[in-house]
């Protein structure tokens, strides 16, 4: 079973407040990823991590930043936040078996910015 | 790019029906190639995978067959029940890095 957690697991806030939507994991992988989920459901990465110190944006942009100053955590932060940042994030990390990666993924912060 | 296309849904199905959800891909290369499970509520969960060509995973009743000359990883369940009602996301990769690239996702209900 995968040992990676997100809180809040729900937040509700107003526009302009500042956020920061935690991930840790203990299970010492390096790499480390947040997505972001429409209510269509697919999934958009927008920021991953291959190690301390390393963070990248990824394929959707996003107003958001991320941190990795230790192996295990992994925020993400929105300075300011907007309705249309309303979404559910899903943080993620990856663990090598032999030739291939598998992700693990926590349960989500369902975000709702009003 | 590589991509993966699966069937959109929603699909909805009776209790004990079979279960067929379609994926296919587009790599340049030779991916690994999973199912992912999204449960109301929670994150994803493997579901299964398959590393090479004619490779079978399979889990929970759930199986997908490799399918190099057809470049495809279909899902198949023989008898659905309630509890496998949940959204669910074929995805590869190419193994030279560590990205995994999703489909849209497909929404399943299953009727009692």
């Known amino acids: 079973e995968a040992d990676i957690y997100q809180t809040p697991r729900y937040l509700v806030i107003g526009t302009g407040k500042k956020i920061t939507l935690e991930c840790s994991q203990t299970m010492g992988h390096d790499k480390m990823y947040w997505y972001q989920q429409d209510p269509g459901m697919e999934l958009h990465l927008i920021h991953y991590s291959y190690g301390v110190n390393s963070t990248e944006k990824g394929d959707l942009s996003s107003e958001s930043t991320v941190s990795r100053i230790r192996t295990e955590h992994f925020p993400l932060t929105l300075e300011s936040a907007r309705p249309s940042h309303t979404s559910q994030y899903l943080c993620a990390s990856t663990d090598r078996k032999g030739n291939y990666n598998e992700q693990f993924f926590g349960p989500g912060t369902r975000l709702t910015v009003l | 790019g590589d991509s993966v296309t699966q069937m959109e849904g929603p699909v909805t199905l009776s209790e004990e029906a079979f279960l067929t959800i379609n994926c296919t891909y587009t790599?340049?290369?030779?991916?690994?190639l999973f199912w992912y499970v999204q449960y109301p509520g929670e994150g994803l969960q493997l579901l299964l995978k398959?590393?090479?060509?004619?490779d079978k995973g399979s889990n929970k009743g759930f199986e997908a067959t490799y399918r190099k000359e057809t470049t495809s990883f279909h899902l198949e369940k023989g008898s659905v029940q309630v509890s496998d009602s949940a959204v669910y996301f074929c995805?590869?990769?190419?193994?030279?890095?560590?990205?995994?690239?999703f489909g849209k996702g497909t929404r399943l209900h299953i009727l009692p």
């Open positions: 790599a340049t290369g030779y991916p690994s």
């Open positions: 398959a590393t090479k060509a004619d």
């Open positions: 995805a590869l990769t190419m193994n030279r890095d560590d990205k995994i690239i």
